[in-house]
Nanobody, 121 residues
Framework: QVQFVESGGGLVQPGGSLGLSCVAS????????MGWFRQVPGKERELVAL????????TYISSVKGRFTISRDNAKKAVHLRMNNLKPEDTAVYYC??????????????WGQGTRVAVSV
């Protein structure tokens, strides 16, 4: 059974930092590209960063490049997102999943509960 457990979100002021973590289970983690996605109410979920399974090569969308760092620990089946210099537009619920397409359970995309990040004064 696939499972993602995300943690580390919270409320932070603009310019602050947060570190998100996700522990995965139920599939061969090291074989998959992993990503962090985010979603704002009323908008589609957005892939913000991904990391390859073998070499750990990261890729970022332009709006977070230079501020976010994705990493992974295949032995612990974990993927992390370090977020620095946070901006109000980073406010969202953050999810980890396989990337660029989410993993499926049966015919449906599986998502964890996510972790909420709020950037506000």
């Amino acid at each position: 059974q696939v499972q993602f457990v995300e943690s580390g979100g919270g409320l932070v002021q603009p310019g602050g930092s947060l570190g998100l973590s996700c522990v995965a289970s139920g599939f061969r983690f090291s074989n998959y590209v992993m990503g962090w996605f985010r979603q704002v109410p009323g908008k589609e979920r957005e892939l913000v960063a991904l990391i390859s399974g073998g070499t750990g090569t990261p890729t970022y969308i332009s709006s977070v490049k230079g501020r976010f760092t994705i990493s992974r620990d295949n032995a612990k089946k974990a993927v992390h997102l370090r977020m620095n210099n946070l901006k109000p537009e980073d406010t969202a619920v953050y999810y980890c999943n396989t990337a660029p397409r989410p993993i499926k359970e049966g015919t449906l995309d599986y998502w964890g509960q996510g972790t909420r990040v709020a950037v506000s004064v």
